[in-house]
């Protein structure tokens, strides 16, 4: 009995060893890879700004870098966050990254680290409309060997067979960052269904009136799903 408790000591210790460091070395490439991305995002900016001026000085271009694992970059009237997940995760089972023979064939592939993209109204930070909605567009994730896929929408989503023919690079992120503001841009505010909006509350007509914060979102009222476009 007490030789097969040192063996179920020891595999546990090994495993722990194992997922620990694997576990490691995913945080340290997403952090990384984040790290380069707020590089990205301030040069950027900078280059969009210096573009655009002599034009309308009411368009904002700007970046900012909101602490450790999250940046933002306004653009005119939308923002984006790109906020980075402090934890690893794994595929859930139904997920199609299965099928590719990359992660299949060696499941500790499927461990990643993960880069969120949300898109926000402007005016949400600016008027402190805390009740407004951001929607995700897109999330990178990186994995122990710095191989990366996108889910995302539209332009943002690359082919999950991809995954493992590619290590995460600059040229990589720049074209991430350039469609999600390129699908941003084509994302517009739509008018909200008139249903959704047709009883307000006293309290609710008092807080716009003093603080312009009714709840605002690009599809108030509508479905957002992940195969939108």
């Known amino acids: 009995m007490e030789n097969e408790s040192m063996g179920m000591r020891k595999h546990i210790l090994e495993k722990i060893e194992v997922k620990a460091n694997i576990e490691q070395a995913i945080f340290d490439n997403t952090f990384n890879v984040f790290l380069e991305l707020k590089d ?3 040069e950027m900016s900078s280059e969009i700004d210096d573009a655009l001026e002599g034009r309308d000085k009411r368009i904002k271009i700007e ?4 602490g450790k694992f999250e940046a933002q970059l306004q653009i005119a009237a939308d923002t984006l966050i790109f ?9 859930n089972r139904e997920h199609m990254i299965w099928q590719n023979s990359y992660v299949s064939n060696e499941h500790l592939n499927g461990y990643c680290g993960i880069i969120n993209i949300y898109n926000f109204l402007s005016d949400s930070f600016k008027y402190n409309r805390n009740a407004d909605e951001g929607y ?7 994995n122990r060997e710095n191989h990366y896929c996108v889910e ?13 023919s590619k290590t995460m690079d600059r040229e990589g ?6 469609m999600a503001i390129q699908y941003t841009l084509d994302f517009d505010l739509l008018v909200p269904q008139y249903d959704s909006i047709k009883i307000v509350s006293v309290d609710q007509l008092n807080t716009k009136i003093e603080n312009s914060k009714m709840q605002t979102g690009k599809r108030l009222g509508y479905k957002f799903n992940s195969d939108d476009i």
């Open 152 to 164: 995302g929408k539209r332009q943002l989503h690359y082919k999950h067979n991809d995954f493992g």
């Open 136 to 142: 995700l567009i897109g999330r990178i994730f990186i």
């Open 63 to 66: 970046y900012r870098d909101r």
């Open 40 to 42: 990205i995002l301030h």
């Open 83 to 91: 906020s980075m997940h402090t934890n690893v995760f794994r595929f």
């Open 173 to 178: 992120l720049i074209n991430i960052v350039e």
